[in-house]
């Protein structure tokens, strides 16, 4: 059974950073391109970052574009993403999810307020 | 970015009864490789999105055959016979043709 467990979720100050982690299981997790998703409370869905299976690609959406990185480490089949600079508009519920977006992780709620 | 535009936004379906969802991208999801790359999606109340329909008409995993996703270039649908209970949620329809991948503003389908 596939699982993507996110973590690192917590209140953070406008301008701090956070990290984001998600452990994945159940699959090869080095043979597939990995993604962040976001949604605002009562909000849709924003995709806001990809990494291809190695990690040698990335894209990001503008608004987080040199501010989020996102990153993943196959031997210990876990995605990142690393939030700097963050923002009251950064606040959302941030899902971990396979490229294709067959399945998706419970979420991770960050909340960026002073 | 590919603007996707989803009517109508709620629906109510009397149980047993079928529902359609369309949804209309700015361009088309046709990709040189013959496949179309629109996806649907429902989030249950509390839960997080889950996977329905893949490349336009493909069903997901675990996915009952109550729903069928069908469409063009840029204009689709999602349907749902026999609407049940569980089916209460929001729909998406997404694009994963070019980056950055979007999705549209939701349909909320509740229940007669």
């Known amino acids: 059974e596939v699982q993507l467990v996110e973590s690192g979720g917590v209140l953070v100050q406008p301008g701090r950073s956070m990290k984001l982690s998600c452990a994945a299981s159940?699959?090869?997790?080095?043979?597939?391109?990995m993604a962040w998703v976001r949604q605002a409370p009562t909000k849709g869905l924003e995709w806001v970052a990809t990494?291809?299976?190695?990690?040698?690609?990335?894209y990001y959406r503008d608004s987080v574009k040199g501010r989020f990185t996102i990153s993943r480490d196959n031997a210990k089949s876990t995605l990142y993403l690393q939030m700097d600079s963050l923002r009251s508009e950064d606040t959302a519920t941030y899902y971990c999810?396979?490229?294709?977006?067959?399945?998706w992780g419970q979420g991770v709620m960050v909340t960026v307020s002073s | 970015d590919i603007v996707m535009t989803q009517a109508p936004l709620s629906v109510s379906v009397t149980p047993g009864e079928s529902a359609s969802i369309s949804c209309r991208s700015s361009?088309?999801?046709?990709?040189?490789?013959?496949?179309?790359?629109v996806y649907w999606y429902l989030q249950k109340p509390g839960k997080s999105p889950q996977l329905l329909i893949y490349?336009?008409?493909n069903l997901a995993s675990g996915v009952p055959d109550r729903f069928s996703g069908s469409g063009s270039e840029t204009d689709f649908t999602l349907k749902i016979s026999r609407v049940e209970a569980e089916d209460v949620g929001i729909y998406y329809c997404?694009?994963?043709?070019?980056?950055?991948?979007?999705f549209g503003a939701g349909t909320k389908l509740e229940l007669k």
């Open positions: 990494i291809s299976t190695s990690g040698g690609s990335t």
């Open positions: 997404g694009q994963l043709l070019e980056n950055p991948y979007t």
């Open positions: 999810t396979t490229g294709g977006s067959s399945d």
């Open positions: 159940g699959f090869t997790f080095s043979s597939f391109p």
């Open positions: 361009k088309s999801l046709l990709h040189s490789n013959g496949i179309t790359y």
């Open positions: 490349r336009m008409s």
